[in-house]
Protein backbone atom coordinates (compact mmCIF):
# COMPACT_ATOMS: atom_id res chain seq x y z
CA UNK A 1 0.00 0.00 0.00
CA UNK A 2 1.35 3.23 -0.96
CA UNK A 3 1.77 5.78 1.90
CA UNK A 4 2.69 9.51 1.44
CA UNK A 5 4.41 11.37 4.22
CA UNK A 6 4.90 14.95 4.19
CA UNK A 7 6.78 17.10 6.65
CA UNK A 8 6.45 19.37 8.42
CA UNK A 9 3.00 18.94 9.32
CA UNK A 10 2.45 22.46 10.56
CA UNK A 11 5.06 25.67 9.78
CA UNK A 12 5.11 29.10 11.01
CA UNK A 13 7.60 31.43 9.27
CA UNK A 14 8.62 34.94 9.02
CA UNK A 15 8.31 36.97 5.43
CA UNK A 16 11.15 37.17 3.44
CA UNK A 17 12.87 33.64 4.96
CA UNK A 18 13.37 30.24 3.01
CA UNK A 19 12.68 26.76 3.87
CA UNK A 20 11.08 23.52 2.29
CA UNK A 21 8.07 20.97 2.46
CA UNK A 22 8.96 17.05 2.11
CA UNK A 23 6.67 14.85 0.44
CA UNK A 24 8.50 11.33 0.87
CA UNK A 25 6.42 8.09 -0.45
CA UNK A 26 6.90 4.79 0.06
CA UNK A 27 6.36 2.89 -3.45
CA UNK A 28 7.84 3.24 -6.52
CA UNK A 29 5.90 6.16 -8.74
CA UNK A 30 6.76 8.63 -11.49
CA UNK A 31 4.33 11.28 -11.38
CA UNK A 32 3.74 13.85 -8.24
CA UNK A 33 1.42 16.99 -7.95
CA UNK A 34 1.69 19.61 -5.45
CA UNK A 35 -1.52 21.64 -4.46
CA UNK A 36 -2.41 24.56 -2.73
CA UNK A 37 -5.15 24.83 -0.14
CA UNK A 38 -6.54 28.37 1.01
CA UNK A 39 -9.04 27.66 4.23
CA UNK A 40 -13.01 26.93 2.87
CA UNK A 41 -11.31 26.61 -0.37
CA UNK A 42 -10.92 23.97 -2.97
CA UNK A 43 -7.24 22.49 -4.00
CA UNK A 44 -5.48 24.41 -7.01
CA UNK A 45 -3.07 22.70 -8.59
CA UNK A 46 0.46 24.05 -8.50
CA UNK A 47 3.46 21.53 -9.99
CA UNK A 48 3.00 18.54 -11.94
CA UNK A 49 6.29 16.77 -12.00
CA UNK A 50 6.49 14.29 -14.15
CA UNK A 51 10.17 12.15 -14.26
CA UNK A 52 13.14 11.68 -11.99
CA UNK A 53 15.36 15.09 -11.85
CA UNK A 54 12.43 16.97 -12.76
CA UNK A 55 12.50 20.60 -11.11
CA UNK A 56 9.86 23.33 -11.72
CA UNK A 57 9.67 27.10 -10.67
CA UNK A 58 6.47 29.47 -10.37
CA UNK A 59 7.52 32.38 -8.53
CA UNK A 60 8.58 31.91 -4.92
CA UNK A 61 8.01 28.31 -5.31
CA UNK A 62 9.98 25.73 -6.74
CA UNK A 63 9.57 21.47 -6.85
CA UNK A 64 11.33 18.94 -7.28
CA UNK A 65 11.27 14.88 -8.04
CA UNK A 66 13.91 12.22 -7.07
CA UNK A 67 12.16 9.04 -7.70
CA UNK A 68 15.01 7.18 -6.86
CA UNK A 69 14.75 8.65 -3.39
CA UNK A 70 11.22 8.83 -3.44
CA UNK A 71 11.45 11.90 -2.56
CA UNK A 72 10.03 15.37 -3.57
CA UNK A 73 10.80 19.19 -2.65
CA UNK A 74 9.23 22.25 -1.92
CA UNK A 75 10.97 25.04 -1.62
CA UNK A 76 9.75 28.67 -0.69
CA UNK A 77 12.11 31.29 -1.63
CA UNK A 78 12.01 34.85 0.48
CA UNK A 79 8.50 34.08 2.09
CA UNK A 80 5.55 36.50 1.68
CA UNK A 81 2.10 36.20 3.71
CA UNK A 82 0.10 35.62 0.69
CA UNK A 83 1.94 32.10 0.63
CA UNK A 84 0.07 31.23 3.69
CA UNK A 85 -2.20 28.26 2.77
CA UNK A 86 -1.97 24.39 3.17
CA UNK A 87 0.29 22.64 0.49
CA UNK A 88 -0.33 18.79 -0.58
CA UNK A 89 1.47 16.40 -2.28
CA UNK A 90 -0.23 13.78 -4.15
CA UNK A 91 1.33 10.24 -5.66
CA UNK A 92 0.36 8.62 -8.44
CA UNK A 93 -0.21 5.18 -7.78
CA UNK A 94 -2.30 3.29 -10.71
CA UNK A 95 -4.22 5.69 -11.95
CA UNK A 96 -5.54 6.92 -8.19
CA UNK A 97 -3.41 10.06 -6.16
CA UNK A 98 -2.52 8.97 -2.45
CA UNK A 99 -2.21 12.51 -0.76
CA UNK A 100 -0.26 13.41 1.94
CA UNK A 101 -1.95 14.86 5.16
CA UNK A 102 -0.66 18.42 4.09
CA UNK A 103 1.64 20.98 5.24
CA UNK A 104 -0.64 24.33 7.25
CA UNK A 105 1.97 27.11 6.26
CA UNK A 106 1.67 30.14 8.01
CA UNK A 107 3.63 33.61 6.96
CA UNK A 108 3.96 36.25 9.96
CA UNK A 109 4.46 39.50 8.48
CA UNK B 1 -13.69 28.37 -19.08
CA UNK B 2 -15.92 27.23 -16.39
CA UNK B 3 -14.05 25.15 -13.79
CA UNK B 4 -15.89 22.17 -11.60
CA UNK B 5 -19.31 23.50 -10.67
CA UNK B 6 -20.51 21.34 -7.09
CA UNK B 7 -23.53 22.05 -5.31
CA UNK B 8 -25.13 23.02 -3.21
CA UNK B 9 -21.89 24.43 -1.26
CA UNK B 10 -23.19 23.73 2.57
CA UNK B 11 -25.46 21.20 3.63
CA UNK B 12 -26.62 20.30 7.18
CA UNK B 13 -28.96 17.47 7.73
CA UNK B 14 -29.98 14.79 10.61
CA UNK B 15 -28.76 11.72 10.97
CA UNK B 16 -30.31 9.22 9.33
CA UNK B 17 -31.38 11.13 6.29
CA UNK B 18 -30.60 11.53 2.70
CA UNK B 19 -27.82 13.60 1.11
CA UNK B 20 -27.06 14.48 -2.51
CA UNK B 21 -24.22 16.27 -4.55
CA UNK B 22 -23.85 17.25 -7.84
CA UNK B 23 -20.88 17.37 -9.94
CA UNK B 24 -20.38 19.06 -13.27
CA UNK B 25 -16.87 18.96 -14.79
CA UNK B 26 -15.04 20.58 -16.72
CA UNK B 27 -16.07 20.39 -20.86
CA UNK B 28 -14.18 17.68 -22.33
CA UNK B 29 -13.04 16.05 -19.22
CA UNK B 30 -13.50 12.15 -19.27
CA UNK B 31 -12.26 11.53 -15.72
CA UNK B 32 -14.17 12.78 -12.70
CA UNK B 33 -13.62 11.96 -9.25
CA UNK B 34 -15.21 11.93 -5.80
CA UNK B 35 -13.10 12.28 -2.87
CA UNK B 36 -13.75 13.08 0.97
CA UNK B 37 -11.74 15.02 2.75
CA UNK B 38 -11.84 15.43 6.85
CA UNK B 39 -10.71 18.35 8.45
CA UNK B 40 -6.45 18.44 8.64
CA UNK B 41 -6.48 15.85 6.49
CA UNK B 42 -5.93 14.91 2.42
CA UNK B 43 -8.22 14.03 0.47
CA UNK B 44 -9.48 10.42 0.15
CA UNK B 45 -10.91 9.06 -3.48
CA UNK B 46 -14.06 7.33 -3.19
CA UNK B 47 -15.02 6.66 -6.63
CA UNK B 48 -13.76 7.71 -9.79
CA UNK B 49 -15.08 7.70 -13.40
CA UNK B 50 -13.75 7.34 -16.97
CA UNK B 51 -17.14 8.39 -18.61
CA UNK B 52 -19.92 7.19 -17.79
CA UNK B 53 -18.07 3.95 -15.92
CA UNK B 54 -17.32 3.31 -12.85
CA UNK B 55 -13.47 2.20 -12.93
CA UNK B 56 -11.98 2.41 -9.15
CA UNK B 57 -15.08 2.37 -6.61
CA UNK B 58 -13.49 0.34 -3.95
CA UNK B 59 -13.13 2.94 -1.44
CA UNK B 60 -16.44 3.72 -1.15
CA UNK B 61 -19.00 2.61 1.37
CA UNK B 62 -21.61 0.97 -0.71
CA UNK B 63 -23.73 0.10 2.33
CA UNK B 64 -24.99 4.11 1.64
CA UNK B 65 -23.07 5.50 -0.54
CA UNK B 66 -23.95 5.17 -3.93
CA UNK B 67 -22.84 7.37 -7.27
CA UNK B 68 -23.46 7.82 -11.11
CA UNK B 69 -22.43 9.17 -13.97
CA UNK B 70 -25.12 9.81 -16.84
CA UNK B 71 -23.75 10.54 -20.39
CA UNK B 72 -20.44 10.70 -19.02
CA UNK B 73 -20.86 14.25 -17.99
CA UNK B 74 -22.44 15.51 -15.14
CA UNK B 75 -22.68 13.27 -11.76
CA UNK B 76 -24.40 13.20 -8.42
CA UNK B 77 -23.08 11.36 -5.21
CA UNK B 78 -25.65 9.93 -3.02
CA UNK B 79 -25.54 9.08 0.99
CA UNK B 80 -28.36 7.42 2.62
CA UNK B 81 -29.08 7.19 5.62
CA UNK B 82 -26.09 9.57 6.48
CA UNK B 83 -24.28 8.93 10.36
CA UNK B 84 -22.58 11.27 12.21
CA UNK B 85 -19.34 10.88 10.76
CA UNK B 86 -20.01 11.52 7.20
CA UNK B 87 -19.75 14.64 7.76
CA UNK B 88 -16.97 16.02 5.91
CA UNK B 89 -16.06 18.10 2.73
CA UNK B 90 -17.01 16.69 -0.46
CA UNK B 91 -14.67 17.26 -3.47
CA UNK B 92 -15.53 16.60 -7.42
CA UNK B 93 -12.53 16.59 -9.68
CA UNK B 94 -12.07 16.20 -13.09
CA UNK B 95 -8.94 15.49 -15.58
CA UNK B 96 -9.05 15.16 -19.54
CA UNK B 97 -8.09 11.38 -18.74
CA UNK B 98 -6.20 8.85 -16.07
CA UNK B 99 -2.41 10.34 -15.31
CA UNK B 100 -3.30 13.94 -16.38
CA UNK B 101 -3.83 17.12 -13.98
CA UNK B 102 -7.16 16.89 -12.22
CA UNK B 103 -9.09 20.21 -11.55
CA UNK B 104 -10.85 20.25 -8.59
CA UNK B 105 -14.37 22.15 -7.40
CA UNK B 106 -15.08 24.21 -4.31
CA UNK B 107 -16.51 20.96 -2.44
CA UNK B 108 -19.64 20.75 -0.60
CA UNK B 109 -19.17 21.03 3.24
CA UNK B 110 -21.36 18.43 4.92
CA UNK B 111 -22.37 18.53 8.52
CA UNK B 112 -24.76 15.64 9.93
CA UNK B 113 -26.49 16.55 13.17
Known amino acids: ELKVEQNPLFLSMQEGKNYTIYCNYS?????LYWYRQDPGKSLESLFVLLSNGAVKQEGRLMASLDTKARLSTLHITAAVHDLSATYFCAVDSNYQLIWGAGTKLIIKP | EAGVVQSPRYKIIEKKQPVAFWCNPISGHNTLYWYRQNLGQGPELLIR????????DSQLPKDRFSAERLKGVDSTLKIQPAELGDSAVYLCASSLGMNTEAFFGQGTRLTVV
Open chain 1, 27 to 31: TTSDR
Open chain 2, 49 to 56: YENEEAVD
